[in-house]
């Protein structure tokens, strides 16, 4: 693919430096096929390239919702997933549980969990994770300070 033959793509993009242009192009090789998602809309490329990649899946019945705000517990699944593919969790989930744990989803709190024994995400006064709360600004800035970081 893109003269990579013989070579694993995966591995190129972790051993080799990307000029943004050869970037755009692999983006805009990959397909996806949410029927929200239309393949002339700006955003078009890059939510096919996480979904490619493993890194986003939707919200269900073939829907991106791509408008839609991002709740806690969706972000802790997307940031889990981008972590697993570099290679950047410890594996450790084994935090102490947050005092709403029960209001997480069951596809979600493996990465909340993973996220808070990571020194990621962390609760609020109440050690709540406020899982269905949207992801604010704020805390969005935080999360990607603290990934990067690590």
Known sequence: MLGYSGNN????LRDDNFSEKELRKIAELMDCD???????????????????????????????APNANIVRQDM????????????????????????????????ALDAVNTLKAEKIVNGDQNNNFNPL????????????YNVLSK
């Open 76 to 107: 802790a699944v997307i940031i889990k997933n981008i972590l697993d593919k570099t290679g950047r969790t410890s594996g450790d989930a084994g935090a102490e549980p947050f005092g709403d744990e029960n209001d997480i989803r069951s596809y």
């Open 34 to 64: 949410f029927d929200d998602v239309d393949k002339n809309a700006w955003f078009y490329p890059y939510v096919a390239a996480a979904n490619n990649l493993g890194l986003v899946q939707g919200i269900g019945d073939n829907q991106f």
């Open 133 to 144: 709360a949207n992801t604010t600004r704020a805390e969005a800035a935080v999360i990607i």
């Open 9 to 12: 793509l995966s591995n190129k």
